[in-house]
């Protein structure tokens, strides 16, 4: 029998920090209510990470379960692909800190940046090292503490964020399973309408967008939830025609946890029923990059998902950046 050097998900583990944020807590911090939250977004509660604790730290026990879920050992990582917009350093990357936390000794390590779709990013680029024989075992980790980048003065954005890390190991998987077509695109003309200033220097501009405030997210939300409403359904179709496949055929559309009313017109648009859109959104908020891989965690830990169901996941954020890709699952239960 002839090696298949198909590249796919082998391994899955995620972390949610135990700490709470309610609806009801915000309507104490700003003008908002339980009612309009949960209307408009869907969110009731989002996990906040403790302010002792480094990022890198929360990413490090997702990764490590991930590793353990694919029955491998640290050493065993080749190469380890970084996802956040909420860095403890910009220097040493995300990566590398997770590297020396977790003593993967053996892999080489790089984040890649691309916000809220920056999981399908790392997929992409994992599977080209994987299918090309470069390396074998790669560790993808997507962490976020979005509370440090929350101005929990604006209601426009603080009711969304939340904190968590998703972690997936992919490896060679068996022919007829694994990643089969994934898009990713970028639209750094609209970069605009959603921005995290970290050590940009045009005062008047972070002025009049950011009240001055350099490390918080700014956001036009109707401009985001115009865009995300209209690609996640166009490409969702674009990855299943590429496969050859309807979305008859899809056991579970598992999207980027931003608003449940950008899931549900993307559902409209696919003419699929909302039973087949993974959500949880409802406890965790919108968690950017982390918000795929924990949804995929979470699924695989009900056992919603078994070998050879087609998945799709699908993601749109910052940058503007979005992305999707078709995937046949690969793992035993
Ligand atoms: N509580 C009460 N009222 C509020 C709140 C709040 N938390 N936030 C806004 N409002 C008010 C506004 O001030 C406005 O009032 P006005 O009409 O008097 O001016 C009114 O509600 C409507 O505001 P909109 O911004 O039009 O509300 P909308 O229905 O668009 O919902 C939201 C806002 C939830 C942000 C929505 O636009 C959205 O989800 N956008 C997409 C966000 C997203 O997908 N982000 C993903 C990327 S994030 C990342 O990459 C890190």
């Not at 989002?46 to 353990?68: C, F, G, N, Q, S």
């Not at 053996?106 to 024989?133: H, M, P, Y």
């Not at 068996?174 to 940009?200: C, Q």
């Not at 965690?297 to 056992?303: A, T």
Request: charged share 20%; net charge negative.
């Amino acid at each position: 029998m002839t090696q298949s050097y198909k590249a796919g998900i082998i391994g899955v583990g995620s972390v949610l920090p135990e700490k709470r944020l309610t609806n009801s807590q915000l309507e104490c911090m700003v003008e908002t209510s339980d009612e309009w939250i949960i209307k408009r977004t869907g969110i009731k509660e989002r996990r906040i990470i403790d302010e002792t604790v480094p990022l890198y730290k929360m990413a490090a026990i997702a990764a490590t379960r991930a590793i353990e879920d694919a029955g491998l050992q640290p050493s065993d990582i080749d190469l380890i692909i970084a996802t956040t917009v909420t860095p403890d350093y910009i220097t040493p990357s995300l990566s590398c800190l997770v590297q020396k936390e977790i003593e993967a000794a053996n892999a080489v390590a790089f984040d890649v940046s691309a916000a809220c779709t920056g999981f399908i990013f790392a997929l992409q680029t994992a599977r080209q090292f994987i299918e090309n024989r470069t390396y074998k075992n790669i560790l993808i980790v997507s962490a976020e503490a979005l509370s440090r980048a929350t101005d929990y003065k604006d209601r426009k954005t603080c009711v969304l964020f939340g904190d968590g890390a998703g972690a997936a190991v992919l490896g060679t998987v068996e022919d007829g399973t694994g990643i089969e077509s994934t898009i990713i695109g970028s639209i750094g003309s609209k970069g605009d309408v959603l921005t995290l200033p970290f050590l940009y220097t045009n005062q008047a501009d972070i002025q009049n967008r950011n009240e001055g405030k350099t490390q918080v997210i700014w956001m036009d939300g109707s401009e985001v939830f115009t865009f995300a409403s209209r690609i996640m359904g166009k490409v969702c179709q674009n990855v299943a025609d590429n496969v050859g496949v309807t979305m008859d055929d899809i056991a579970y559309i598992v999207p980027h946890q931003a608003n449940m009313r950008i899931l549900q017109n993307a559902a409209k648009r696919l003419n699929i029923s909302m039973d087949r859109i993974y959500s949880n959104l409802e406890n965790t908020g919108n968690i950017s990059s982390a918000s795929i891989p924990v949804c995929i965690d979470e699924m695989h830990s009900k056992g919603l998902i078994k070998k050879g169901d087609k998945i799709i996941i699908v993601g749109f954020g910052g940058g503007l950046t979005y992305g999707a890709s078709l995937l046949t699952w690969s793992k035993d239960d």
